[in-house]
Structures are given as structure tokens and as C-alpha cells.
């Protein structure tokens, strides 16, 4: 029992790694806004440029980016898992780091 324990535990954490953006590879703000385009605008402001979106339920990407605790990499996460409220966009690990970092470009320094 304690093994399978370990197992899964061992199997989890090895997922989490390699799902993981990692910090060797960059990722593409530019490739990221793209993306933004295609699946994001719809439902939030993605950029300054777009004066509102379709819901107010879905906050602009700039109050994401400006928020203390703002994590690329758990960004990215989020978008790997499916959500209820968002739609299945299929995303690879890199297109999800991109649109990620697409999102943290948009903090105000």
C-alpha cells in the first residue's frame, strides 16, 4: 500500500514536471497575443485597443497581469486544464507558456 502511495504520488509529480513551463525555453508574447485573437477576445479585453468584451464575467488581461501574485507559469496551468466557463482550446504546453507570457507583457511596471 505504501508503495502505490509513493507511486502515485511519484507518477503526479512527474506529470506536474513535465507539463510545466520551463525556464529554459522561452516563451512567444507575440505567438501568445495570436492566440489571444483567436480564442480569448470573445469573452475578455485583451488588449488596450478593445474597448470591452461579450461578458463582464471574464476579467481583462491586464487586471490578470497587474494582479501581486501573477505567475506565468501557473497561468499557463490554468489554460492546460479545461474549465466549465472556458472553452477546450486543445492548447500545447508552448502555445499556453506563449499566451501566458503574452498576458504578463501586458503589466504595467
Request: aromatic share 8%; net charge neutral.
Amino acid at each position: 500500500m505504501l508503495s502505490t502511495c509513493y507511486g502515485r504520488i511519484g507518477c503526479a509529480m512527474m506529470l506536474a514536471a513535465a507539463l510545466w513551463p520551463r525556464a529554459g525555453f522561452a516563451a512567444d508574447a507575440d505567438n501568445g497575443a495570436r492566440l489571444a485573437h483567436r480564442w480569448c477576445e470573445a469573452c475578455h479585453v485583451i488588449a488596450e485597443v478593445q474597448t470591452r468584451a461579450s461578458t463582464d464575467a471574464a476579467p481583462p488581461f491586464a487586471t490578470i497581469a497587474a494582479r501581486p501574485d501573477f505567475d506565468a507559469g501557473a497561468i499557463a496551468m490554468f489554460l492546460l486544464d479545461p474549465h466549465s466557463k472556458m472553452p477546450n482550446m486543445s492548447l500545447t504546453r508552448a502555445e499556453a507558456a506563449d499566451l501566458a507570457a503574452y498576458i504578463g507583457s501586458l503589466a504595467r511596471h
